[in-house]
């Protein structure tokens, strides 16, 4: 099916999805309400009426109970002394089964008397056994009750009761009607709370749904609100988070396309110019000839220093990172002093190294490489003539700290948070005169980024620049840093 439009239909949407599921909860809650209520009270009722029904036939059988056999008037005469008998229907035979009393609804049957009973109940009790059954159907209890006539041992006869209880049985219906109307009610509430929740729900999808579309058109300045504290909520903050970092990588991508850019045409269009001088020049003596050249050969030089940095730059982002091992701080910057060392003794600057011993940090020599020389070749290159170069390395705690300062004119104060920005550059024209672009400091940032560390600058009180950069220390305890 198509989807371009985004639309979903209803029968298939989340909405109906979470309406059905809350209803069928709700349903599953009435059935139980309309149910056990019920048959909790249905027992009661049988468990009261089990007790009271074969406790009253008992008292009636022991009042019977005696050496002479049973009689119609010994039956009836028992009965008058006793008083009134809560049941509707009550028989007593004689050991043989034939009526000896029979009272209805308080009215003596004389239409039985002397015939045999034709009772189940009474049967069995006739056989020693005391009997209770009780139904509840067409709204109203019936029970029945049958206990045996004994005198040492011998069935002198059976009573047997029956009641018909039409007002408990109303009071279950009562309780029925009751539950079935709160259960309609709490159904309709349920159903506008569910569909009131879900719409509630599926907006608010809806709304980041619709902002993920945003996004990807491009427009990552998109925000959402965060009204609320469900997850609904905490699932806005983490789009706005992420719209909000992808916003800030493409700016930082577009302005380094331009920059890079800028930066790349300057040299190329100094390039394009002196060869279109020579071209065009029909009697351009050797002399001239040479220094247009050279001209050419230091742009050229200039490009390849800015594409050397930039594929660095690319490395540290997109490469996966190389293996890293353990590697002696201290050695790599001796060997970037030597490295320096022509070029500060043509300005001249003196390098001071103050090294501690063992400074060993889990990374690789190349990326150490790059951080040490791009730090002391700008100390050197920004320095004034006859200044210093000090160079520290200690060990504090589980961080290896190298500090890298110069005397030179120092950074202004406003330029400080952005001296770590690609092709940022304080003076701009000192900077391509002394072959600078922009890019050193950056690859000082994120290559210590790569491996735990982190770059800073300050002024100096005594004039120039101080950079730190700290790094976890690599201890043997584990082959892990500290």
Request: net charge negative; with cysteine; aromatic share 6%.
């Amino acid at each position: 099916m198509d989807r371009g439009d985004g639309h979903v239909p209803f029968w298939r949407s989340l909405q109906l999805k979470f309406v059905l599921a809350y209803l069928a909860v709700i349903a599953a809650v009435v059935v139980l309400l309309n149910t056990y209520p019920v048959l909790v009270s249905q027992d009661l009722v049988y468990q009261s009426k089990h007790t009271s029904m074969l406790n009253q036939a008992a008292v009636i059988a022991s009042a019977l109970s005696g050496p002479d056999a049973l009689t119609e008037g010994g039956a009836a005469q028992t009965i008058q002394a006793l008083g009134a008998v809560r049941a509707t229907r009550m028989v007593i035979t004689d050991p043989s089964g034939v009526v000896l009393y029979d009272v209805h609804e308080g009215t003596r049957r004389e239409d039985t008397l002397g015939r045999y009973a034709m009772i189940w109940e009474l049967t069995t009790a006739l056989e020693g056994n005391d009997v209770f059954r009780s139904e509840y159907r067409e709204g109203a209890f019936r029970s029945r009750a049958a206990v045996p006539v004994t005198y040492r041992g011998m069935t002198m006869g059976a009573v047997y009761l029956y009641e018909y209880d039409a007002q408990q049985g109303a009071l279950l219906l009562g309780i029925q009607s009751n539950l079935r109307s709160i259960s309609l009610f709490i159904c309709l509430l349920a159903a506008g709370l569910g569909l009131l929740f879900s719409r509630a729900l599926t907006r608010r999808m809806g709304a980041l749904l619709r902002a993920i579309r945003v996004v990807r058109e491009g427009e990552y300045s998109h925000r959402l609100p965060t009204a609320g504290g469900d997850e609904m909520t905490l699932l806005a903050e983490e789009f706005n988070a992420l719209t909000g970092r992808l916003q800030t990588t493409e700016e930082v991508r577009r302005r380094f396309v331009s920059d890079a850019s800028h930066e790349l045409k300057t040299p190329l269009a100094s390039i394009r110019l002196l060869t279109d001088s020579i071209l065009q020049a029909e009697h351009m003596d050797e002399q001239t000839a040479r220094e247009f050249l050279a001209d050419i050969g230091e742009e050229a030089e200039r490009l390849t220093r800015i594409t050397e940095k930039l594929l660095t730059l690319t490395r540290v982002d997109t490469a996966p990172p190389a293996a890293a091992e353990p590697v002696d701080l201290g050695a790599v910057v001796e060997k970037v002093e030597h490295m320096l060392t022509p070029l500060a003794g043509a300005v001249p600057v003196e390098l001071r190294l103050f090294l501690d011993p063992d400074c060993r940090v889990l990374a690789t020599w190349d990326d150490l490489y790059q951080v040490v020389f791009n730090l002391m070749e700008n100390a050197v290159k920004y320095n004034r003539p006859g200044g210093l170069v000090l160079v520290t390395l200690a060990v504090r705690g589980g961080q290896v700290i190298l500090r890298v300062e110069d005397t030179g004119v120092g950074i202004p104060e406003e330029d400080m948070p952005k001296i770590f920005d690609r092709f940022y550059r304080v003076d701009k024209a000192r900077s391509r005169a002394a072959g600078g672009t922009g890019l050193g400091l950056s690859i000082v940032r994120d290559t210590a980024r790569l491996h735990g560390g982190s770059v800073s600058a300050s002024r100096r009180a005594e004039g120039g620049t101080c950079f730190e950069v700290v790094f976890p220390r690599w201890t043997q305890r584990g082959g892990e840093p500290e």
